[in-house]
């Protein structure tokens, strides 16, 4: 019988997953802080799709030990071949008969990771701010393979099962089946325990993750909990305990019932220098979030939307990464809406035209990765990250909203995560999707029937520009342009009912004025508005920015306090660039006093931005 063999639609693996599908992978792993990796083995159950066509199983891997590997309980010839950036190099373990189609084999094999692993940061207990130290992952977008072998391409979802080992706390993307004590264990002074979790709805290998560190945990609503350090525990608790369950109601009525069983989210340590990941059971959340004021929670609406697009649907490979953050945009902004209001969808929007405008700045309006559907072929799907496949993708799939009724599309949005839940899928697989659900349709087929669905793909550069309601951001504009031309005596109202976005707007409006305010009217916007004493960093950092633009020394100290609480890059850079110009002998002490408290990516910047070098981390 002549198999018929499939090309792979993801370039970025080196894996043969046209030939064999990872249905099961179960991990049984030790955490070891003291040498700062991960040793263990893993086993993979992999299914034949082809008759016997293949006679090797390639894997994905990347600066990894493998020591060991044993294919249905035998040892087979295996190597790893040599590394192709960006790569890694692919393990090839060899099926002398090939393997019938529908049967499946089992692969085991011994792993430990090694200082270059791309995927896991380590953090000492400086950087946490306690008397332990931490450790999470980061796989998307090819890291994973820099943990264990797999096929690391998000066209293979399969189920987990995680058995963890360590002295510290775990959390895993799975749900937790039990802890078990352990005694002593090598590189602990304490006694060590095994966390076991399972994840039964097939996931893509970019979702796999592991936090181990001194984590509480602390509900935050009927099927969710916030996990964090104890001292952080009930301001977190209360920063999310009000809004996270209306949210996973909200987006249910948008979609359909929730499927992960509980949504969580782990606040990680203050010196994370990154935003939030989308881990399935448990979001990671960038710290900044929890601003004592409730306004940054808008953060978990879009993570949440990620239950559906990404992690329950998602892309087959980087090249159509819209549709995972484009849907996921697109979902945030309607919960957004049900919650908010409507004009909160445009506002957001609004704002993420700008970051599109930028992204598109950045890279050249002609540039491959400011297409929709990108060509990723030998390339790093990392360099092309970007607001684009999020504003892109939003912006699309809402003139696809527009063309054929907000009411009709609203019928769309849960068949079409119902037929492709726990699948993968690319643009064009989304497009026949499409068509053929309004195909009964006359008036709404011959609206669709207009898109330019080549240009949309493929064109590079800006789509064109919607119609926003612009009502909630004209205030801002109009609030800036008073202090501008120095008309105005500020009183607390005029910020009255505002959310922290429009104190955003409204800030970087400030920010980007060609003369800086002067130091006295700096002064009184921080004590007549608030923003001096704003917990909420998104504010606070854009004040402090225009206050240090204005030299306005009664910010000085306060910007070196924040810089030794904070660790996102976002933040400590620019901060340190104006607190540099405004008082340098300043800016080099607060560096050095806080350097080992930031993560090493963001020391190596700060540094370079400070002293004009580069040092390795």
């Not at 080196?14 to 792993?29: D, E, G, I, M, R």
Request: net charge negative.
């Amino acid at each position: 019988m002549t198999s018929i063999v499939n090309p792979p639609r993801d370039p970025n693996t080196l894996s043969n997953y046209n030939h064999f599908l990872t249905t099961h992978t179960a991990v049984n792993f030790n955490i070891n802080f003291e040498k700062k990796s991960i040793t263990g083995n893993v086993a993979l159950t992999l299914k034949s799709i082809t008759e016997a066509a293949a006679k090797e199983i390639l894997l994905d891997t990347s600066f990894l030990n493998v020591t060991d590997v044993v294919l249905d309980g035998k040892p087979p010839r295996w190597e790893l071949l040599p590394r192709s950036e960006p790569y890694g190099s692919a393990l090839k373990i060899i099926v002398e008969d090939g393997v019938p189609n529908g049967k499946s084999v089992q692969l085991e094999m011994q792993i430990e990771t090694t200082e270059h692993c791309t995927a896991i940061q380590w953090l000492t207990p400086a950087q946490t701010r306690s008397e332990h130290p931490y450790m999470f992952t980061q796989c998307q977008a090819i890291h994973t393979r820099s943990v264990f072998p797999c096929q690391d391409t998000p066209d293979v979802k399969g189920t987990v099962e995680f058995n963890i080992k360590s002295p510290l706390p775990v959390i895993a993307s799975g749900l937790s089946t039990g802890v078990k004590d352990f005694g002593q264990s090598e590189g602990s002074a304490t006694a060590t325990k095994l966390y076991m979790f399972e994840q039964k709805i097939p996931i893509p290998s970019y979702l796999f993750a592991l936090a181990s560190g001194d984590i509480a945990k602390a509900p935050i609503g009927p099927r969710s909990v916030v996990a964090t350090g104890p001292k952080e525990l009930k301001a977190a608790q209360w920063e999310l305990n009000q809004s996270t369950e209306t949210y996973i109601e909200t987006v249910e009525k948008i979609v359909f019932p929730y499927q992960w069983t509980e949504y969580n989210v782990l606040v990680l340590p203050p010196s994370f220098p990154y935003g939030g990941m989308e881990n399935p059971v448990y979001t990671y959340a960038t710290p900044t979030m929890i601003s004592g004021d409730r306004e940054n929670v808008d953060v978990i609406a879009h993570e949440l939307s990620h239950s559906y697009s990404g992690n329950l649907v998602s892309n087959a490979s980087w090249e159509h990464f819209w549709l995972n953050e484009g849907w996921t945009t697109y979902l945030e902004r309607r919960l957004q809406a049900a919650v908010h209001g409507e004009p909160h969808r445009d506002f957001s929007a609004i704002i993420g035209w700008k970051s599109l405008q930028d992204s598109v700045k950045q890279f050249g309006k002609s540039h491959e990765f400011t297409k929709m559907v990108i060509d990723l072929k030998g390339k790093d799907p990392d360099d092309a990250f970007s607001s684009i496949p999020y504003e892109k993708g939003y912006t699309f799939l809402s003139y696809l909203e527009n063309q054929v009724t907000k009411a009709k599309f609203d019928k769309y949005i849960p068949h079409y995560f119902t037929t492709f839940a726990r699948l993968s899928l690319d643009s064009y697989d989304f497009k026949a999707n499409l068509l053929s659900f309004f195909a009964s349709d006359a008036t709404a087929a011959q609206a669709l029937s207009d898109v330019d669905w080549d240009s949309w793909f493929y064109n590079p550069g800006l789509p064109p520009k919607p119609d926003f309601d612009t009502s909630l951001v004209d205030v801002c504009y109009d609030l800036a342009s008073k202090w501008k031309t120095g008309k105005i005596e500020p009183r607390q109202e005029d910020i009255k009912g505002w959310s922290a976005n429009q104190v955003v707007v409204f800030l970087d409006t400030i920010q980007a004025f060609t003369k800086p305010l002067d130091k006295r009217a700096s002064q009184t916007m921080g004590s007549t508005y608030g923003f001096a004493k704003s917990q909420n960093v998104e504010v606070v950092s854009r004040y402090y920015q225009a206050a240090l633009k204005a030299e306005d020394e009664t910010v000085y100290k306060l910007t070196s306090e924040l810089l030794g609480n904070v660790g996102r890059m976002k933040f400590v850079r620019p901060l340190y660039r104006l607190l540099n110009e405004a008082d340098r002998a300043l800016a080099v002490e607060t560096f050095e006093r806080n350097k080992d408290f930031y993560h090493p990516i963001c020391r190596n910047l700060v540094e370079k931005d400070l002293f004009g070098k580069e040092t390795k981390a």
